[in-house]
């Protein structure tokens, strides 16, 4: 079973508001919405909209785009030390053809060996 989106934003939001020790009242001031909305936020009852996000963040002080991950309204972006697999990226490229893909892989390992 797949986590809650909502509740996650929520739990997500409560814990950033409490590393900037920020009321409840402070943040919703700040993201000029009511307390009782932000409070349902926190607890995963109601879904905000980008829109609200965005004031969420910018009352915070932190990132929209991590906040719209939580909220699954964009997919988490990769992490830049991640290693990239250079060889499936080229073998699953659908504009690529059989013959480009064999060569691109051919130039590949002769720059970083098999």
Do not use: F
């Amino acid at each position: 079973m797949s986590p809650n989106p909502v509740s996650d934003l929520g739990s997500y939001l409560k814990e950033q508001r409490q590393q900037a020790q920020l009321s409840l009242r402070q943040v919703a001031d700040r993201a000029g919405i009511s307390n009782p909305y932000l409070s349902q936020i926190e607890r995963g009852l109601k879904r905000p909209s980008a829109e609200i996000l965005q004031a969420l963040a910018k009352g915070l002080a932190i990132s929209a785009e991590q906040l719209y991950v939580h909220a699954g309204i964009l997919d988490a972006l990769p992490d830049e030390d991640a290693p990239i697999d250079t060889r499936q990226a080229i073998k699953s490229d659908p504009r690529l053809t059989a013959k480009q893909r064999k060569a691109l892989l051919d130039v590949y390992d002769s720059y970083v060996g098999d």
